[in-house]
């Protein structure tokens, strides 16, 4: 849904970069064909051209450095289906960076779940 609403705008978008953050611990998105398959509807609402990936796949306070690192090999598959490059890896800041020659993205969680505690 909000990507028919960027798609309004796709007119008069000319000179952009879109990037797509993927999770590849998602229910939806496991294995990058299906991740494929899911930006493919994403691009075409939105009428923009994809131009690069995020690798952004974590389990919140469970991740592991194992689950960044497959993460990031999903993604560099993705994008070899897709013929953009990944642009840059995030990885929970508590973990050591992953080993990559891309920008690293350390993130550190903000939200508060009060059903977590």
């Given at each position: 849904a909000g990507a028919v609403v960027i798609g309004q705008f796709a007119p008069d978008m000319t000179d952009y970069d879109c990037w797509a953050v993927v999770n590849f611990a998602r229910p939806t998105t496991p294995t990058p064909s299906a991740a494929a398959a899911e930006l493919a509807e994403i691009v075409a609402a939105s009428r923009l051209r994809l131009t690069g990936l995020v690798s952004n796949t974590h389990l919140g306070a469970a991740?592991?450095?194992?689950?960044?690192?497959?993460g990031l090999a999903a993604a560099q598959e993705l994008a070899a289906l897709l013929h953009v490059p990944v642009a840059l890896a995030?990885?929970?800041?508590?973990?050591?960076?992953?080993?990559?020659?891309?920008?690293l993205l350390p993130i550190t969680p903000r939200l508060q779940r009060p059903w977590a505690d």
């Amino acid at each position: 849904a909000g990507a028919v609403v960027i798609g309004q705008f796709a007119p008069d978008m000319t000179d952009y970069d879109c990037w797509a953050v993927v999770n590849f611990a998602r229910p939806t998105t496991p294995t990058p064909s299906a991740a494929a398959a899911e930006l493919a509807e994403i691009v075409a609402a939105s009428r923009l051209r994809l131009t690069g990936l995020v690798s952004n796949t974590h389990l919140g306070a469970a991740t592991t450095r194992a689950d960044v690192a497959a993460g990031l090999a999903a993604a560099q598959e993705l994008a070899a289906l897709l013929h953009v490059p990944v642009a840059l890896a995030a990885f929970p800041a508590q973990l050591p960076a992953p080993t990559t020659a891309l920008p690293l993205l350390p993130i550190t969680p903000r939200l508060q779940r009060p059903w977590a505690d």
